[in-house]
Nanobody, 118 residues
Framework: QVQLVELGGGLVQPGGSLRLSCAASRSIFMSSAMGWYRRAPGKQRELVAS???????NYADSVKGRFTISRDNAKNTVYLQMNSLKPEDTAVYLC????????????WGQGTQVTVSS
């Protein structure tokens, strides 16, 4: 069973920062584009940021300039550095491992709560 282990959520004031991490098995990590999605109450799940196996990042417009995604191939871990957090960033953040080539797959972490509130 594939496991994506997420760490780093919590409560932060507006303008603050948090860093999320997601660790995967090496075989999955090196074969996957890694991404962070979020699901806010009453809203659909949305892509926040993703990074390909080759390292190319992609961001939702709402987080550009504030969030940074990075991957550490030596640690099989992807990070999401979140700065200048806003109340509208409040959501459950989910790590995703995605592969389009055979064998294609999507694996998900359990989710970590991020709450931005004063």
């Amino acid at each position: 069973q594939v496991q994506l282990v997420e760490l780093g959520g919590g409560l932060v004031q507006p303008g603050g920062s948090l860093r999320l991490s997601c660790a995967a098995s090496r075989s999955i990590f090196m074969s996957s584009a890694m991404g962070w999605y979020r699901r806010a109450p009453g809203k659909q799940r949305e892509l926040v940021a993703s990074v390909t196996a080759g390292g190319g990042p992609n961001y939702a417009d709402s987080v550009k300039g504030r969030f940074t995604i990075s991957r550490d191939n030596a640690k099989n871990t992807v990070y999401l550095q979140m700065n200048s957090l806003k109340p509208e960033d409040t959501a459950v953040y989910l790590c995703n491992a995605h592969r389009v080539l055979f064998p294609a797959y999507d694996y998900w972490g359990q989710g970590t709560q991020v709450t931005v509130s004063s």
